[in-house]
C-alpha cells in the first residue's frame, strides 16, 4: 500500500492497515511526500505485522513531480518484486500504470482539476496537461478504481473519462480513539488555513456575529513557504496532534466545515464520533455521506452560515439532536465495515488473472 504522510491520506491508511491486521492480513506501506514523523512512526509500529518502507519522492501533484514520479515508481517495483504481495493497493494515480505481476486497485483521496474546479471555479490551466495526462494513465490501467463518495467517482469520469471498474467505499474512524465530554459554548474548525478549499475565511468573516468563540486548528503557513493573514475574529489553536484535537473536539458544541471541496470529510466524522453537532458546507460529496444528519450551508452564503450557527447554539435540544443524529451515522461507517469491503475487493481481484497489458510505462506520450 502507498501512503502520503500528509493530511487525511495518511489518516485513512493508517486506519485501514490497523483494521486489515485484525483480520490477519499483513500490510507493507510505502511512504512518499514528507518524512515520516516521529508520532507517525510510533502509531504505525502499535500495528500488528505493519511494515513502513520510507521515502521523501515528491507526489504527482507537487510543482514540477514527474522525475520523482519515476523514481518512486521504480522504487515501488523493486519493493513489488522483493516483497511478493497478493494485492497492490495505491493511494495516488500515476503508479496505476506501472506494469504491476498482481491486481492493482486505486483508491481516489482527491484530485487537482477537480479540487480547481469546486474552489476556483475555473478549469485547472494548461499547465496541469501532464498531470491529466498521468492520472488518466493510471487510472485506466488499474484493475478496480475506488472512492469515499460517489461524488468523487463522478468528479473522475468527468475529468478523465469512463473509468474501467470501480467502486465506492466509505472511509472510517475508530469509534473509540474519540468521546464526548461536557460540551462547552464554542464552535470548532480544523484545517489547512491557507487551503481555499476548506472555506475557513467564511468561519473568519462570521465570527464576530457569533455570541462565542470560534477556534481552529490547522497549519497556518503552506508548505510552499506562504502565510495566511493572522485571524482576527477567531481563536487559532495551531497545528494540534490527533489526540490534543479529540480533546477539542469532545468540548465543542458544533463542529464547522462550510467547505468548498471535500471528497469525504474525516475530520467531520471525527467530529460526529465526538458528540459534535455538524455544520458542513452544501456539496454534493457531504450531502451522500451525512444526508439528514448535518446542517448545510452553501459556501458563499455568510448570511445562511451565521444564522444556523446563532440556531444551533441558541436551541440546545435541537443541537442535541443533531449531534445525536451525527454520531449514529458515524458509527456506521467504522474501520471493520471498510476492512471487510476491501477484503471483498481483494477476493474478487485475485479470482481473476492478472492483465499482462495493463502496466503501462509512466510518462509515455
Known amino acids: 500500500m502507498t501512503t502520503d504522510t500528509v493530511g487525511g491520506v495518511w489518516t485513512y491508511a493508517l486506519e485501514l492497515c490497523r483494521a486489515l491486521a485484525e483480520a490477519e492480513v499483513q500490510v507493507d506501506l510505502a511512504t512518499m511526500g514528507e518524512p515520516v514523523t516521529a508520532m507517525q512512526a510510533e502509531a504505525a509500529r502499535e500495528v500488528p505485522g505493519l511494515r513502513l518502507h520510507e521515502s521523501t519522492y515528491r507526489l504527482e501533484w507537487m510543482d514540477d513531480p514527474w522525475e520523482d514520479v519515476r523514481a518512486s515508481g521504480d522504487w515501488l517495483l523493486a519493493l513489488e518484486d522483493r516483497l511478493a504481495p497478493d494485492v497492490i493497493h495505491l493511494n495516488g494515480y500515476a503508479h496505476g500504470a506501472l506494469p504491476w505481476r498482481v491486481p492493482s ?117 503552506h508548505p510552499g513557504g506562504g502565510k495566511v493573514a493572522r485571524a482576527r475574529n477567531t481563536e487559532p489553536l495551531g497545528q494540534l496532534s490527533p489526540e490534543a484535537l479529540a480533546g477539542w473536539m469532545s468540548r465543542a458544541a458544533i463542529y464547522a466545515l462550510p467547505v468548498r471541496y471535500e471528497p469525504f470529510g474525516l475530520s467531520a466524522l471525527e467530529a460526529a464520533l465526538s458528540g459534535c453537532a455538524l455544520v458542513l458546507g452544501d456539496i454534493p460529496s457531504l450531502r451522500e455521506v451525512w444526508a439528514d444528519a448535518a446542517v448545510f450551508v452553501h459556501p458563499d452564503d455568510l448570511e445562511g452560515l451565521a444564522r444556523e450557527l446563532r440556531g444551533l447554539l441558541d436551541a440546545a435540544s435541537r443541537r442535541e439532536r443533531m449531534a445525536a443524529r451525527a454520531r449514529a451515522r458515524a458509527l456506521t461507517l467504522n474501520p471493520r465495515r471498510m476492512a471487510e469491503d476491501y477484503l471483498r475487493l481483494y477476493a474478487t481481484l485475485w479470482a481473476r488473472p492478472v492483465r499482462p497489458e495493463a502496466g503501462l510505462a509512466l510518462g509515455a506520450p
Open 105 to 221: 486497485v486505486v483508491v481516489a483521496h482527491s484530485c487537482v482539476l477537480s479540487w480547481w474546479e469546486a474552489v476556483l471555479g475555473t478549469p485547472a490551466p494548461a499547465r496541469y496537461a501532464r498531470y491529466r495526462r498521468e492520472v488518466r494513465r493510471g487510472l485506466r490501467a488499474v484493475d478496480r478504481v475506488v472512492a469515499p463518495s460517489a461524488a468523487m467517482l463522478a468528479s473522475l469520469e468527468r475529468h478523465y473519462g469512463p473509468l474501467p471498474s470501480s467502486c465506492v467505499i466509505p472511509n472510517a474512524r475508530r469509534a473509540e480513539a474519540f468521546f464526548a465530554a461536557p460540551k462547552e459554548r464554542f464552535v470548532l474548525a480544523a484545517g489547512r488555513l491557507w487551503d481555499e478549499a476548506k472555506n475557513l475565511a467564511a468561519l473568519e468573516a462570521v465570527a464576530s456575529r457569533l455570541s462565542c468563540p470560534v477556534r481552529v486548528a490547522g497549519e497556518t503557513r
